[in-house]
């Protein structure tokens, strides 16, 4: 398993979890030559406390 480090932006403190109420945006997108290429724009969701 491959833990990675998240870079807050706000902050620019490092971690490597999420606390409730932590807002986590991100973007991808993906190509390879000759094939289609996919992608989503910038998707934003804050992190809610787990129910218990």
């Known amino acids: 398993m491959t833990h ?3 870079q ?3 902050t620019h ?3 490597s979890f999420l606390d409730d ?3 986590i945006s991100f973007r991808g997108h993906f190509s ?3 094939y289609v290429s996919i992608g989503w ?3 934003t969701n804050t992190a809610l406390a787990a129910a218990a």
């Open 32 to 34: 390879r030559k000759g």
């Open 21 to 23: 109420g932590d807002e």
């Open 4 to 6: 990675t480090s998240l």
């Open 13 to 15: 403190k490092q971690r």
């Open 41 to 43: 724009g910038h998707c």
């Open 8 to 10: 807050f932006a706000a």
